[in-house]
């Protein structure tokens, strides 16, 4: 192992130089001032990992942030499951190890380097008020109005676990799980369905829709789920899940939280039609992962109420949204168990410079969706390249408006609207 302090970061090395620039990028720390991030700059140890070996333990290492430079980290989180963070994605901007209950261990999956530096320093940063100097790509407008204080108090309500993360009502839980059993078959997941009338005339509702809606009408659960598939089943229950998890007694709150379930809802239809028609995506996984990419939003906006002076100025809780909504959605879907395509494709839904690969993926498929919304831009939306975008390039020529929207979404109006409505939304 390796360790190098960036002991003078006024005067450093090429390569020092090279990882104090890619450190002032990352999130929170690109909203210090220089003279704060030069004070912090020189308790930070830059350290080199063998395939294999250790970065982290929860409980040894709470006292530390972690961020990753290069290579591939494996993370292990507290239900036991590992996923994998590379050097240069969106979620390698926040730290490693916000959540420590979350992000149980850590061990390079490469060779790797990563920055280690005390968590309580990023406590005495000071009221901020602009952001002179150096020049960060990729930053908001909106950044030089940022209060790193509100910030750095929500980073630190994450880290102490003081910001509430939501669980999936038992019902979902265990038709989660019953759909992984192979054991378990239609009739299981139907009786498990049964037990909550609200839920089961849901589900029926579903099955009747337009989207499955084939002979007969369906009258019972059973027959409900026959007719979507297991695995259907259980997206659509999840869906219908997560919408009654948020609510707030502050209308501030309120307004936000209609409008965040309104966008994921959109992107939902969105998603599902896309699938649908142009990859060989499963449409049901498209419209959850559409629905829960920015789960994160709802549980911030939620616990906004601890942070009132987020709502004195616009720019800075657009600049709080937009910094923690990948992290905290990737925290709940991990606690959620679900699988880790909907968490990647979360944090790529609004990756504009995404390159196309020779098969649609998820992250497409959201990415494609978020392109053809009709709806004003939420607060916390990354801004919209006023040209195509690369993943354009792999339609044909006639699949494309004269705007260059997919010409199947503009025929699928209505079907959109009905998806809409199935999701709670008008």
Same mark, same amino acid.
């Given at each position: /192992? *390796?360790?190098?302090?960036?002991?003078? #970061?006024?005067?450093?090395?090429?390569?020092?130089?090279?990882?104090?620039a890619r450190l002032r990028t990352l999130l929170p720390l690109r909203h210090l001032t220089d003279e =704060?991030?030069?004070?912090?700059?020189?308790?930070? =140890?830059?350290?080199?990992?063998?395939?294999?070996?250790?970065?982290?333990?929860?409980? !040894?290492?709470?006292?530390?942030?972690?961020?990753l430079l290069d290579g591939t980290a494996s993370v292990a989180d507290a239900g036991g499951d590992e996923f994998t963070i590379t050097a240069g994605s969106i979620e390698a901007l926040h730290p490693l190890s916000t959540h420590p209950k979350a992000r149980v261990s850590a061990q390079a999956a490469s060779d790797l380097?990563?920055?280690?530096?005390?968590?309580?320093?990023?406590?005495? *940063?000071?009221?901020?008020?602009?952001? #002179?100097?150096?020049?960060? =790509?990729?930053?908001?407008?909106? $950044?030089?109005?940022v209060d790193s204080q509100l910030l750095f108090s929500i980073y630190h309500?994450?880290?102490?676990?003081?910001?509430?993360?939501?669980?999936? #009502?038992?019902?979902?839980?265990?038709?989660?799980?019953?759909?992984? $059993?192979? /054991?378990?078959?239609?009739h299981e997941i139907a009786q498990l369905i049964t037990v909550d009338p609200a839920l089961a005339s849901y589900c029926i509702r579903v099955a009747n829709s337009a989207a499955y809606a084939s002979g007969s009408a369906i009258t019972n659960v059973r027959d409900a789920v026959t007719r979507m598939g297991i695995h259907a089943t259980r997206d659509f229950v999840i869906a219908h899940a997560v919408r009654g998890l948020f609510n707030s007694t502050d209308p501030r709150c309120t307004t936000l939280m209609k409008a965040a379930w309104s966008h994921s809802s959109t992107i939902a239809a969105l998603s599902f039609v896309i699938a649908r028609r142009v990859s060989r995506i499963n449409p049901e996984q498209a419209l959850l992962a559409g629905l829960l990419h920015?789960?994160?939003? /709802?549980?911030?906006?939620?616990?906004?109420?601890?942070? #009132? !002076?987020?709502?004195?100025d616009t720019a800075t809780l657009a600049t709080a949204l937009k910094d923690l909504k990948h992290q905290v959605t990737a925290m709940?879907?991990?606690?959620?168990?679900l699988p880790e395509t909907l968490i990647k494709a979360a944090f790529a839904a609004e990756h504009w410079s995404r390159e196309p690969g020779t098969e649609y993926e998820l992250a497409d498929i959201l990415l494609l969706a978020h392109w053809h919304q009709q709806e004003p831009p939420c607060l916390w939306a990354e801004s919209v390249p006023t040209g195509g975008i690369a993943l354009l390039s792999k339609l044909p020529p006639e699949a494309l408006t004269y705007s260059g929207r997919l010409q199947v979404v503009q025929e699928a109006a209505d079907e959109l609207s009905r998806v809409r409505a199935l999701l709670g939304v008008g």
């Open positions: /192992m *390796q360790t190098r302090k960036l002991a003078n #970061p006024s005067a450093p090395d090429a390569a020092l130089a090279h990882d104090i =704060e991030f030069e004070a912090l700059a020189a308790h930070v =140890e830059v350290e080199h990992r063998a395939p294999g070996q250790r970065l982290f333990r929860c409980g !040894d290492d709470d006292g530390w942030l972690f961020y380097r990563y920055v280690r530096l005390p968590a309580a320093l990023t406590r005495q *940063q000071p009221r901020v008020v602009g952001r #002179p100097g150096i020049q960060v =790509e990729e930053l908001s407008d909106a $950044d030089d109005e309500a994450l880290r102490e676990d003081r910001l509430e993360l939501p669980t999936l #009502p038992d019902i979902a839980l265990k038709i989660r799980v019953a759909a992984e $059993d192979q /054991m378990k078959g239609v920015d789960i994160g939003v /709802m549980v911030l906006i939620s616990q906004l109420a601890q942070f #009132p !002076d987020l709502f004195k709940v879907l991990r606690a959620w168990r």
